[in-house]
């Protein structure tokens, strides 16, 4: 029987997971929270700098923020939060939705760019039921209301 290798996050082309409630103002909720480990599959540029060039489909690329908390707010928490894109970016409702990113590498006229495209779809569809059926690995956020994640 032949070995199947495992693909580790940072390598994954696509990473999805449930937004479940967001974080950010109450109008728009836009930003997600990961797992340091989740992290990882942004390329450590966009970790170090803390910005990921992000788009939709057929959009311009907008550099949104990833911070790392650590020890923000007076406690410990080994989690980033992204700044997703904002309704006045063409951004859309995330909340209680799956989120999924693709990792895109395109040659530019300044050299290659790292960027991840962006897609939303509802948690019953078929579109984040094909994700899941996709994925190589799959897992769970800890915490009180864990969410579904994986990648391919």
């Not at 962006?118 to 799959?138: D, E, H």
Request: proline share 6%.
């Amino acid at each position: 029987m032949p070995k199947v290798l495992k693909l580790a996050i940072d390598t994954a082309e696509h990473f999805w997971i449930e937004a479940g409630a967001m974080s950010g103002p109450p109008a728009h909720r836009h930003q997600i929270e990961l797992p340091n480990d989740l992290a990882e599959f942004f390329d450590d540029d966009s970790r170090d700098d803390e910005e990921v060039p992000l788009r939709l489909a057929g959009q311009p690329i907008h550099w949104r923020p990833l911070t790392y908390r650590g020890t923000d707010y007076g406690q410990w928490t080994d989690i980033w939060r992204l700044g997703l894109l904002t309704p006045r970016m063409g951004g859309p409702k995330y909340a209680q939705r799956v989120v999924m990113f693709t990792r895109v590498v395109e040659r530019t006229n300044q050299g290659w760019l790292t960027f991840y495209e962006l897609q939303v779809a509802n948690a019953s569809s078929a579109q984040a039921t094909r994700w899941r059926a996709t994925s190589t690995k799959l897992g769970t956020t800890g915490g009180h209301a864990g969410r579904d994640y994986g990648w391919f």
